[in-house]
Each structure stands twice: as structure tokens, then as C-alpha cells.
């Protein structure tokens, strides 16, 4: 049963009992009205023109004839008011788990809510992150020099992550024996200049060795500094342990 049907019938049994309590007051007064007229009283048959002297004794009278009607109205009226206070009693039930159920449904609704805002905060801090690091990462990405220190450093980081021995002495020693430091230095006069593989580059090294040990991650051209020193080094580590070992050429 809905609040509202309660709250009808309760309408309907407050217009009953006031009607019901008018009734009763009619039927009192109906009954006062008859019992104040003496039972032995005759209807005169023609008006008294002299005031007759008042009795010794007031007429008796009782309310006997209306008691029964009267309490079985207040009766009825106990009945409808205690029917009508567990009609009340029902409907502030049913609005208190009405209240309840609609609380509960916010409640989960929020905790969705806010659920939902805490995952998208997240991913959102994640990416952040994310960006942060590779913004981090591209800060640290060092400069190397274009000169001969420059691509011995550049070649010696590229070295360290390939797992290629080599030191910065042993480079540096190497390339000024082989080329003074210039990365286009080319060699037309040695065996191999006359066999038509001449040796080129800082560390003066022939096309098939270059290709042979050529670094991934670097140019493919053989005068490139950094590319030459680490297909160099690569070589001498596999010939000879490492570019540290070689004290001439090679």
C-alpha cells in the first residue's frame, strides 16, 4: 500500500468520525430532550390560563433509553481511531523505507562516482608521469661536441651499451697514430690502397671491415666519426680484446 492511498483512507476516517461525533451529540441531546418529560405527564387539552404552582419534587428523568446507542457509537469511534493511528503508523513506515531505499541508491551512486573520478585521476597521473620521465629522459640525452673529444665520448657511450671494450686512452692513442684526428683521412699508398680497398676514416679502417662490424644504431658511412671509431673498436675487440691492446696498425 502507497503513502498517498494511507494518507486517503486516514482523510476519509477523520471526515467518518466527525460525523459520527455529531451523531452521538444529536442522539444525547434527543434523549436529554425525552427523559426531562415526566413519564405520567398528560398533554393538557387546553392551555393553562393560570400559572400552576411549581412541584415540591423536579420531575425525575434518565438517560437509560440513549446509553445503549451512545456506547456503541463511542465504540465504533475507538475502533476507527485506533484503525486510523495504524494507518498513520503504516504510512510513516513505508516513508521511513521509502527515505531509507533512496538514501542507499545516493549513496552507491556517490561511491560510483566516485570510483569512477579516482580511476580517471589516476590514468591521468600515470600519463603524467609517463611524459615526465620521457621529458626527463630526453633532458639527460647528452650533447657530444663535434670535435675529435666530442665523437670519442659518443663513441665510448654506444661502446659501453653494445658491451664493446675500449678506453678513452686507447681510442684517442689509436686515432692519432692512424689519422691525426681527421675523420676524412684516406690512405692511397699502403697494401691495401693497392689491393683497391683503401683505408679511410679516423681509425683508418677498409670498406669490408667497416661493413663487417658496423655498429647498428650508427651511420652506414664509413667517415662518419663516431660510426668509424665503433665498428674500429668492435674489430679490435674481436681480434685482439680490445682497441686498448692494439699499439699499431692493425
Not at 204 to 223: C, E, K, L, R
Request: hydrophobic share 40%; charged share 20%; net charge neutral.
Amino acid at each position: 500500500m502507497s503513502a498517498s492511498s494511507i494518507t486517503s483512507r486516514i482523510r476519509c476516517l477523520n471526515k467518518t468520525q466527525r460525523l459520527s461525533a455529531a451523531g452521538v451529540s444529536a442522539i444525547v441531546v434527543a434523549a436529554l430532550s425525552l427523559s426531562l418529560v415526566p413519564a405520567h405527564a398528560e398533554t393538557p387539552a387546553q392551555p393553562q390560563t393560570e400559572p400552576q404552582a411549581a412541584s415540591a419534587a423536579p420531575a425525575a428523568f434518565s438517560l437509560d433509553a440513549g446509553a445503549p446507542q451512545a456506547k456503541v457509537i463511542q465504540a465504533s469511534l475507538i475502533e476507527q481511531h485506533s484503525t486510523a493511528e495504524q494507518l498513520v503508523k503504516a504510512a510513516d513506515a513505508v516513508r521511513a523505507k521509502q527515505a531509507a531505499a533512496k538514501a542507499k541508491a545516493q549513496a552507491e551512486a556517490d561511491a560510483a562516482k566516485a570510483k569512477a573520478e579516482a580511476a580517471a585521476q589516476a590514468k591521468e597521473d600515470a600519463a603524467k608521469r609517463s611524459t615526465e620521465v620521457t621529458t626527463r629522459s630526453e633532458a639527460r640525452t647528452p650533447v657530444y661536441a663535434n670535435n675529435l673529444d666530442g665523437w670519442i665520448s659518443e663513441a665510448l657511450a654506444i661502446m659501453k651499451a653494445k658491451g664493446i671494450p675500449g678506453s678513452y686512452d686507447g681510442l684517442h692513442r689509436n686515432i692519432m697514430r692512424e689519422s691525426t684526428g681527421n675523420p676524412n683521412a684516406i690512405n692511397g699508398w699502403d697494401i691495401n690502397a693497392q689491393n683497391g680497398i683503401p683505408s679511410k676514416g679516423l681509425l683508418q679502417v677498409i670498406q669490408p671491415t667497416f661493413n663487417a662490424y658496423h655498429v647498428p644504431g650508427t651511420s652506414m658511412n664509413i667517415y662518419d666519426p663516431v660510426a668509424n671509431i665503433t665498428a674500429a673498436a668492435n674489430y679490435a675487440a674481436d681480434r685482439y680484446g680490445s682497441i686498448d691492446n692494439v699499439n699499431s696498425a692493425y
